[in-house]
């Protein structure tokens, strides 16, 4: 006969003490169970599969009280979300909040460090601050004091913080850290320049090809971006034609703290272009690039913008409009191009001309062809006008455009860069009702159109031929630009002079002095 405790405090005791000893019943064993004692729990999830839905419920009911299950629960979670491609991340997201929570709640500094990293992975770096404000001063697990100073290292970074950035890279546990994360974020700290502010980052650093016509300084606000950018660059260089004609040197940080952009996701990025002349002193670059989190890939006369998600295809395109390439699809209704007949050439690809002409065919073709950057590539055989009768009278014009018959020629075709969309986003052949047209060399999709596209041989042979007759002005321009409108004109005299430095041909410099380039 058995003695059994008829006390529920002494008959736990007692069943945990036969649990722990290992000498225990099929019978005590399910009655500890049904009352929920923690060493039977304990014992009946060790015999679970990891994942299962009894090992969850197990768990579940042990993160209750044992701060250990909650972590576990909140693992298996984050694991999920961290493998899941559905449309259920929301949900694992708060599941993985919730349990991390929950062990934090029983104690666990572990918990309060990843939970930290969750929060700072999900760009949330307000509440990562927070989550690390509970952990004590002193930590003695070193593991988790060198993953709680990494993580405040690169929040500070990504803030633009470079003081604290320089406090922490002086702090006592920073400098007793040896291990492969804190020794790369070290390395990248240096590469991208975080803290060496003296430093002129210089194009010399870099092999530059005998065909590279512009030079191209991309920065990034953090070290994942930074990285990012590099292998963007490495992809542009495998795929892109366009990579021989523009050198890339090393990525560069620049702190959040001295930008003011604006950049949601259905807007073209947009910045207050005078906080670069804080930095155009240590950048020997022609053009300037800024990747952010989220925004509108985008050009504006000598910087490129661009946003995480934009794949090397874009890239290209945005590479494209520096080299003095014009988009093949409808520009804004503002655009400047857009607004009247060119007084000249103004890019490769583009030319906004009249639709109807008279005279004879020899002449007007020579007329026309003369305000045409391609028309060297035009074949004589190829013709360039159609015979239209107009108006009341019946007057005979010719109407610029090459026949349908040679779309698979050089010629001057109809392009949709000065069309406007209707609301069912078709497109008129009018701009306004304008008698002017875009044109462009080829009918054939090219990445000026579609980013997807191949950029084509035609237009690398224009760009070839005359590299820097259209090439968009340095970004010392933009930094004048901005100055001026802020009402800044000496200022903004001395950064005209900046950019005109980067011209060769006397007439571009003598537009960029006057501030006459249009975007």
């Known amino acids: 006969m058995v003695f059994i405790p008829s006390s529920s405090f002494f008959l736990t005791v007692y069943l945990t003490e036969k649990l722990n000893d290992n000498d225990f019943s099929d019978a005590q064993f399910e009655f500890a169970l049904i009352n929920q004692n923690i060493s039977a729990l304990t014992i009946a999830e060790k015999n679970t599969v990891k994942g299962s839905s009894d090992w969850i419920r197990l768990n579940k009911t042990l993160a209750k009280t044992q701060g250990e299950s909650a972590l576990k629960l909140a693992h298996w979670y984050q694991n999920l979300l961290n493998t899941e491609q559905t449309n259920g991340t929301e949900t694992l997201v708060t599941q993985t909040t919730l349990w991390y929570e929950q062990a934090i709640r029983l104690g666990s500094q572990t918990a309060v460090v990843e939970l930290a990293e969750l929060y700072y992975q999900q760009g949330l770096l307000t509440k990562a601050h927070a989550t690390l404000d509970e952990l004590p001063e002193v930590l003695t697990n070193n593991s988790l004091a060198e993953s709680s100073a990494l993580l405040r290292l690169n929040m500070a970074i990504d803030l633009g913080d470079i003081r604290l950035v320089k406090t922490l890279l002086n702090s006592t546990v920073v400098k007793l850290i040896s291990n492969t994360k804190v020794d790369t974020l070290l390395v990248d700290i240096n590469r991208y320049l975080v803290i060496d502010e003296k430093r002129t980052f210089t194009n010399n650093t870099i092999e530059k090809p005998s065909s590279c016509i512009s030079s191209l300084q991309l920065f990034a606000t953090n070290i994942k971006h930074l990285k990012h950018i590099e292998l963007l660059i490495k992809d542009f260089k495998a795929q892109q034609p366009l990579a021989k004609y523009i050198c890339l040197p090393t990525p560069r940080y620049i702190s959040l703290e001295r930008l003011d952009c604006r950049a949601t996701k259905h807007e073209a990025i947009s910045c207050d272009e005078a906080i670069w002349e804080r930095v155009a002193r240590k950048v020997d670059s022609r053009h300037i690039g800024l990747m952010l989190n989220t925004g509108g890939a985008n050009v504006h006369m000598g910087i490129l913008y661009f946003d995480t998600k934009d ?55 020579l007329g026309i062809l003369k305000n045409i950057s391609w028309a060297d590539s035009i074949e004589v055989s190829t013709p360039i006008l159609q015979a239209a009768v107009l108006g009341e009278n019946n007057e005979k014009y010719w109407r610029l455009g090459t026949p349908i018959k040679f779309e698979d020629k050089v010629g001057v075709h109809p392009s949709e860069s000065c069309e406007k969309v209707s609301e069912n986003n078709s497109f008129n052949s009018d701009w306004e009702g304008a008698d002017f047209s875009a044109f462009k060399p080829l009918t054939r999709r090219t990445q000026l159109r579609y980013f997807s596209s191949d950029f084509p041989k035609e237009y690398l042979t224009l760009l070839q031929r005359n590299p820097k007759a259209y090439l968009m002005p340095s970004f010392h321009y933009n930094i004048a630009f901005a100055l001026f409108q802020q009402g800044q004109i000496n200022e903004a005299k001395y950064w005209l002079k900046r950019a005109a430095k980067w011209e060769e041909m006397p007439s571009r410099k003598l537009t960029v002095l006057k501030g006459d380039f249009n975007n």
């Open 311 to 365: 794949n090397v295809d874009v890239f290209s395109h945005e590479v494209s409009h520096l080299l003095g390439f014009i988009d093949e699809y409808p520009l804004n209704k503002s655009h400047d191009k857009c607004q009247g007949i060119q007084s000249k050439a103004f890019s490769h690809n583009i030319a906004v001309l009249n639709k109807y002409y008279q005279g004879t065919r020899k002449s007007v073709r």
